[in-house]
DNA sequence: CTTTTATACTTACTTTTGGTAAGTCAAAGA
DNA sequence: TCTTTGACTTACCAAAAGTAAGTATAAAAG
Protein backbone atom coordinates (compact mmCIF):
# COMPACT_ATOMS: atom_id res chain seq x y z
CA UNK A 1 0.00 0.00 0.00
CA UNK A 2 1.73 3.20 -1.24
CA UNK A 3 2.08 6.14 0.81
CA UNK A 4 0.15 8.45 -1.36
CA UNK A 5 0.37 11.47 0.43
CA UNK A 6 3.91 11.56 0.18
CA UNK A 7 3.54 13.01 -2.75
CA UNK A 8 7.22 13.72 -4.37
CA UNK A 9 7.98 10.17 -3.62
CA UNK A 10 4.94 8.17 -4.93
CA UNK A 11 4.80 7.33 -8.28
CA UNK A 12 1.15 6.65 -8.48
CA UNK A 13 0.79 10.33 -7.19
CA UNK A 14 3.37 11.90 -9.79
CA UNK A 15 2.08 9.92 -12.90
CA UNK A 16 -1.58 10.41 -11.78
CA UNK A 17 -1.01 14.43 -10.94
CA UNK A 18 0.13 14.80 -14.80
CA UNK A 19 -2.71 12.99 -16.09
CA UNK A 20 -5.31 14.38 -13.98
CA UNK A 21 -5.94 17.56 -15.57
CA UNK A 22 -8.14 18.24 -18.45
CA UNK A 23 -6.82 17.48 -21.33
CA UNK A 24 -4.07 14.89 -21.34
CA UNK A 25 -5.72 11.41 -21.46
CA UNK A 26 -7.84 12.53 -24.47
CA UNK A 27 -4.41 13.75 -26.08
CA UNK A 28 -3.01 10.65 -25.83
CA UNK A 29 -5.67 8.87 -26.87
CA UNK A 30 -6.03 10.90 -30.16
CA UNK A 31 -2.63 10.06 -30.76
CA UNK A 32 -2.74 6.68 -30.64
CA UNK A 33 -4.97 6.26 -33.48
CA UNK A 34 -2.62 7.42 -36.13
CA UNK A 35 1.17 6.88 -36.63
CA UNK A 36 1.82 10.70 -36.38
CA UNK A 37 -0.31 13.86 -36.03
CA UNK A 38 0.09 17.43 -36.81
CA UNK A 39 -0.73 20.17 -34.11
CA UNK A 40 -4.31 21.16 -36.50
CA UNK A 41 -4.93 17.72 -37.21
CA UNK A 42 -4.71 17.16 -33.35
CA UNK A 43 -6.52 20.26 -32.67
CA UNK A 44 -9.44 19.61 -34.91
CA UNK A 45 -9.76 15.48 -33.69
CA UNK A 46 -10.36 16.84 -30.34
CA UNK A 47 -12.92 19.85 -31.25
CA UNK A 48 -12.78 21.79 -27.85
CA UNK A 49 -9.44 21.94 -26.83
CA UNK A 50 -8.22 25.87 -27.17
CA UNK A 51 -4.64 26.00 -28.88
CA UNK A 52 -3.41 27.02 -25.68
CA UNK A 53 -4.06 24.10 -24.33
CA UNK A 54 -3.28 22.01 -26.71
CA UNK A 55 0.36 23.23 -26.88
CA UNK A 56 0.63 23.48 -22.96
CA UNK A 57 -0.76 19.46 -22.91
CA UNK A 58 1.85 18.39 -25.91
CA UNK A 59 4.30 20.15 -24.35
CA UNK A 60 4.22 18.18 -20.74
CA UNK A 61 3.77 14.72 -22.69
CA UNK A 62 6.92 15.88 -24.36
CA UNK A 63 9.03 16.42 -21.39
CA UNK A 64 7.64 13.07 -19.39
CA UNK A 65 8.81 11.28 -23.35
CA UNK A 66 5.49 10.17 -23.61
CA UNK A 67 5.62 11.67 -27.12
CA UNK A 68 7.86 13.12 -29.79
CA UNK A 69 7.89 15.80 -31.19
CA UNK A 70 9.65 16.86 -35.27
CA UNK A 71 9.79 20.23 -36.22
CA UNK A 72 10.26 20.34 -40.54
CA UNK A 73 12.17 23.77 -41.03
CA UNK A 74 9.26 24.97 -43.55
CA UNK A 75 6.94 27.66 -44.22
CA UNK A 76 4.21 27.39 -43.08
CA UNK A 77 5.37 25.57 -40.14
CA UNK A 78 4.95 21.79 -40.13
CA UNK A 79 5.65 19.80 -36.74
CA UNK A 80 4.65 16.20 -36.68
CA UNK A 81 3.84 14.81 -32.76
CA UNK A 82 3.71 10.76 -32.73
CA UNK A 83 3.82 8.87 -28.99
CA UNK A 84 6.52 7.16 -28.10
CA UNK A 85 7.47 3.56 -27.17
CA UNK A 86 6.58 4.36 -23.56
CA UNK A 87 3.45 6.76 -24.77
CA UNK A 88 2.19 3.38 -26.98
CA UNK A 89 2.21 1.17 -23.15
CA UNK A 90 -0.03 3.94 -21.76
CA UNK A 91 -2.19 3.91 -24.58
CA UNK A 92 -4.04 0.91 -24.18
CA UNK A 93 -4.60 1.30 -20.48
CA UNK A 94 -5.87 4.40 -20.67
CA UNK A 95 -8.39 2.77 -24.14
CA UNK A 96 -9.46 0.66 -21.69
CA UNK A 97 -11.03 3.03 -19.50
CA UNK A 98 -12.81 4.60 -22.62
CA UNK A 99 -14.48 0.51 -23.82
CA UNK A 100 -15.95 0.71 -19.92
CA UNK A 101 -16.97 4.36 -20.97
CA UNK A 102 -18.92 2.86 -23.96
CA UNK A 103 -20.44 0.03 -22.53
CA UNK A 104 -21.40 1.80 -18.97
CA UNK A 105 -22.23 5.44 -20.14
CA UNK A 106 -25.68 4.76 -20.33
CA UNK A 107 -26.50 3.81 -16.72
CA UNK A 108 -24.25 6.83 -15.47
CA UNK A 109 -26.02 9.28 -17.62
CA UNK A 110 -29.00 7.68 -16.02
CA UNK A 111 -27.80 7.74 -12.95
CA UNK A 112 -26.99 11.36 -12.57
CA UNK A 113 -30.46 11.90 -13.63
CA UNK A 114 -32.15 10.03 -10.62
CA UNK A 115 -29.42 12.29 -8.73
CA UNK A 116 -30.55 15.35 -9.39
CA UNK A 117 -34.42 14.56 -8.77
CA UNK B 1 -13.38 5.68 -34.09
CA UNK B 2 -15.51 7.59 -31.92
CA UNK B 3 -16.58 11.20 -32.45
CA UNK B 4 -14.39 13.07 -29.50
CA UNK B 5 -15.78 16.74 -31.02
CA UNK B 6 -19.08 15.95 -29.99
CA UNK B 7 -19.16 16.37 -26.43
CA UNK B 8 -22.34 15.67 -25.34
CA UNK B 9 -23.15 12.55 -27.21
CA UNK B 10 -19.28 11.05 -26.92
CA UNK B 11 -19.28 8.34 -23.75
CA UNK B 12 -15.49 8.51 -23.78
CA UNK B 13 -15.23 12.13 -23.84
CA UNK B 14 -17.95 12.07 -21.24
CA UNK B 15 -16.56 9.74 -18.68
CA UNK B 16 -12.67 11.01 -19.30
CA UNK B 17 -14.54 14.73 -18.76
CA UNK B 18 -15.71 13.02 -15.46
CA UNK B 19 -12.16 11.36 -14.24
CA UNK B 20 -10.30 14.44 -15.52
CA UNK B 21 -10.07 16.29 -12.95
CA UNK B 22 -7.70 16.97 -9.78
CA UNK B 23 -8.74 14.29 -7.46
CA UNK B 24 -11.57 11.74 -8.60
CA UNK B 25 -9.07 9.06 -10.31
CA UNK B 26 -7.67 8.98 -6.81
CA UNK B 27 -10.11 8.96 -4.38
CA UNK B 28 -11.55 5.70 -6.45
CA UNK B 29 -8.04 3.89 -6.04
CA UNK B 30 -7.98 5.00 -2.20
CA UNK B 31 -11.90 3.67 -2.00
CA UNK B 32 -10.73 0.18 -3.03
CA UNK B 33 -8.44 -0.51 -0.32
CA UNK B 34 -11.13 -0.95 2.13
CA UNK B 35 -14.27 -2.42 1.92
CA UNK B 36 -15.32 1.25 3.32
CA UNK B 37 -14.15 4.23 4.94
CA UNK B 38 -15.29 7.50 6.85
CA UNK B 39 -14.70 10.48 5.56
CA UNK B 40 -11.93 12.08 7.70
CA UNK B 41 -10.02 8.99 6.40
CA UNK B 42 -10.06 9.19 2.92
CA UNK B 43 -8.99 12.75 3.81
CA UNK B 44 -5.86 11.63 5.84
CA UNK B 45 -5.15 8.60 3.13
CA UNK B 46 -5.06 11.15 0.45
CA UNK B 47 -2.87 13.98 2.82
CA UNK B 48 -3.08 17.20 0.46
CA UNK B 49 -6.94 16.92 -0.67
CA UNK B 50 -8.58 19.87 0.61
CA UNK B 51 -11.82 19.13 2.51
CA UNK B 52 -13.72 21.18 0.28
CA UNK B 53 -13.01 19.46 -3.03
CA UNK B 54 -13.02 15.78 -1.02
CA UNK B 55 -16.78 16.59 -0.77
CA UNK B 56 -17.15 17.57 -4.40
CA UNK B 57 -15.73 14.63 -5.66
CA UNK B 58 -17.27 12.28 -3.68
CA UNK B 59 -20.54 13.68 -4.68
CA UNK B 60 -19.42 13.54 -8.05
CA UNK B 61 -19.12 10.04 -7.31
CA UNK B 62 -22.07 9.24 -5.63
CA UNK B 63 -24.30 11.29 -8.66
CA UNK B 64 -22.71 8.87 -11.14
CA UNK B 65 -23.39 5.95 -8.90
CA UNK B 66 -19.86 4.65 -8.18
CA UNK B 67 -19.60 5.11 -5.00
CA UNK B 68 -22.30 5.13 -2.19
CA UNK B 69 -22.89 7.01 0.72
CA UNK B 70 -24.23 6.04 3.87
CA UNK B 71 -25.00 8.57 6.94
CA UNK B 72 -25.28 7.33 10.04
CA UNK B 73 -27.67 10.04 12.36
CA UNK B 74 -25.21 10.27 15.65
CA UNK B 75 -23.64 13.06 16.94
CA UNK B 76 -20.95 13.43 16.52
CA UNK B 77 -21.40 12.58 12.45
CA UNK B 78 -21.04 10.00 10.97
CA UNK B 79 -20.63 8.94 7.07
CA UNK B 80 -19.13 6.30 5.07
CA UNK B 81 -18.05 6.04 1.68
CA UNK B 82 -17.85 2.75 -0.61
CA UNK B 83 -16.95 1.41 -4.22
CA UNK B 84 -20.61 0.75 -5.55
CA UNK B 85 -20.39 -2.68 -8.17
CA UNK B 86 -19.83 -0.03 -11.20
CA UNK B 87 -17.00 1.58 -8.85
CA UNK B 88 -15.32 -1.41 -8.38
CA UNK B 89 -15.10 -2.47 -12.29
CA UNK B 90 -13.35 0.82 -12.63
CA UNK B 91 -10.57 0.51 -9.91
CA UNK B 92 -8.07 -2.58 -11.74
CA UNK B 93 -8.42 -0.10 -14.61
CA UNK B 94 -7.19 2.69 -13.27
CA UNK B 95 -4.97 -0.08 -10.65
CA UNK B 96 -3.27 -1.17 -13.82
CA UNK B 97 -2.53 2.90 -15.02
CA UNK B 98 -0.75 3.06 -11.20
CA UNK B 99 0.96 -0.23 -11.81
CA UNK B 100 2.59 1.33 -14.95
CA UNK B 101 3.73 4.31 -13.01
CA UNK B 102 5.46 1.94 -10.58
CA UNK B 103 7.58 0.63 -13.37
CA UNK B 104 8.68 3.51 -15.45
CA UNK B 105 7.96 6.52 -12.90
CA UNK B 106 12.16 6.91 -12.70
CA UNK B 107 12.76 6.63 -16.64
CA UNK B 108 10.08 9.80 -16.39
CA UNK B 109 11.73 11.95 -13.73
CA UNK B 110 14.98 11.04 -15.89
CA UNK B 111 12.77 12.62 -19.23
CA UNK B 112 11.36 15.59 -16.85
CA UNK B 113 14.99 16.58 -15.72
CA UNK B 114 16.49 15.96 -19.31
CA UNK B 115 14.12 18.46 -20.51
CA UNK B 116 14.14 21.17 -18.82
CA UNK B 117 18.47 21.20 -19.32
C1' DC C 1 -22.59 23.87 34.38
C1' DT C 2 -19.31 25.65 31.28
C1' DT C 3 -15.79 24.23 28.03
C1' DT C 4 -13.82 21.10 25.02
C1' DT C 5 -13.91 17.52 21.57
C1' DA C 6 -15.47 15.05 17.78
C1' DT C 7 -17.01 14.66 12.61
C1' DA C 8 -18.56 16.02 8.25
C1' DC C 9 -19.22 19.27 6.14
C1' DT C 10 -20.08 24.93 4.34
C1' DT C 11 -18.80 29.49 3.15
C1' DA C 12 -16.12 33.64 1.80
C1' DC C 13 -12.11 34.75 -0.19
C1' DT C 14 -7.62 33.98 -2.86
C1' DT C 15 -4.82 31.54 -6.17
C1' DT C 16 -4.17 28.50 -10.02
C1' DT C 17 -5.73 26.54 -14.19
C1' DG C 18 -7.99 26.91 -18.43
C1' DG C 19 -10.64 29.68 -22.22
C1' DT C 20 -10.93 33.55 -25.81
C1' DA C 21 -9.49 36.21 -29.23
C1' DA C 22 -6.05 38.58 -31.39
C1' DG C 23 -1.30 38.78 -32.92
C1' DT C 24 3.34 36.86 -34.87
C1' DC C 25 6.46 34.96 -38.43
C1' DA C 26 8.01 34.11 -43.20
C1' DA C 27 7.25 32.49 -47.70
C1' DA C 28 4.25 31.27 -51.55
C1' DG C 29 0.38 32.46 -54.49
C1' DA C 30 -3.10 35.79 -56.55
C1' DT D 1 0.96 44.36 -52.52
C1' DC D 2 -2.30 41.53 -50.09
C1' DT D 3 -3.90 37.21 -48.53
C1' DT D 4 -3.20 32.56 -46.90
C1' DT D 5 -1.01 28.96 -44.22
C1' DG D 6 0.37 26.46 -39.59
C1' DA D 7 2.05 26.41 -35.18
C1' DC D 8 2.21 28.70 -32.02
C1' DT D 9 2.29 33.16 -28.22
C1' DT D 10 0.21 36.81 -25.50
C1' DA D 11 -3.03 39.62 -22.80
C1' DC D 12 -6.97 39.41 -20.69
C1' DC D 13 -11.16 36.93 -18.62
C1' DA D 14 -13.64 32.84 -16.49
C1' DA D 15 -13.77 28.53 -14.04
C1' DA D 16 -11.74 25.22 -10.88
C1' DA D 17 -9.34 24.42 -6.81
C1' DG D 18 -6.91 25.92 -2.29
C1' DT D 19 -7.24 28.24 2.42
C1' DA D 20 -8.98 29.24 6.58
C1' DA D 21 -12.67 29.98 9.35
C1' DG D 22 -17.27 28.73 10.75
C1' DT D 23 -21.59 25.45 11.70
C1' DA D 24 -24.19 21.87 14.10
C1' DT D 25 -24.98 18.84 18.12
C1' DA D 26 -24.27 15.87 21.89
C1' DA D 27 -21.28 13.47 24.79
C1' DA D 28 -17.30 13.81 27.68
C1' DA D 29 -14.05 16.54 30.37
C1' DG D 30 -13.02 19.94 33.71
Known amino acids: MSDFSNIE ?3 V ?3 LDRLSDKWTMLVILVLGESKEMRFNEIHKRIGDISEKMLTVSL ?5 DGLISREVYPVIPPKVEYKLTALG ?9 ITQWADRHMQQIL ?6 NA
Open 13 to 15: RNV
Open 59 to 63: RKLEA
Open 9 to 11: ACP
Open 88 to 96: QELLPLIDT
Open 110 to 115: HNRQQY
